[in-house]
């Protein structure tokens, strides 16, 4: 299985970023496909996922300003952030969960939001 993440950077709060996530090497037809963020001395939380159905969970506290879409079949995780805030930064994992099996991750890619 590959996960290849692209997007990220730095921005200053009240901008907005973007991230891709496209899986492959994997042929298991029922999971969610998204991304988790885990910001420097905190646990790593789930930010947005999407099923194959197209079923999409956020975070509560994101309160919308993070929409995440699948493109490609599927096979890939588009997360768009705006109105982004310090507390946005960290380090962003893709994450593949295949339900009843395991999950793989990214290698994950920096967002730094500046105030």
């Known amino acids: 299985v590959q996960l290849v993440e692209s997007g990220g950077g730095l921005v200053q709060a009240g901008g907005s970023l973007s991230l891709s996530c496209a899986a492959s090497g994997f042929s298991f037809d029922d999971y969610a496909l998204g991304w988790f963020r885990q910001a420097p001395g905190k646990e790593r939380e789930m930010v947005a996922r999407?099923?194959?159905?197209?079923?999409?969970t956020y975070l509560d506290s994101l309160m919308g300003r993070f929409t995440i879409s699948r493109i490609q079949g599927g096979s890939t995780v588009h997360l768009e952030m705006n109105s982004l805030k310090p507390e946005d930064t960290g380090v962003y994992y893709c994450n593949l969960f295949m339900y009843g099996a395991t999950e793989y991750w990214g290698q994950g890619t920096q967002v730094t939001v500046s105030s």
């Open positions: 999407m099923n194959i159905a197209g079923s999409a």
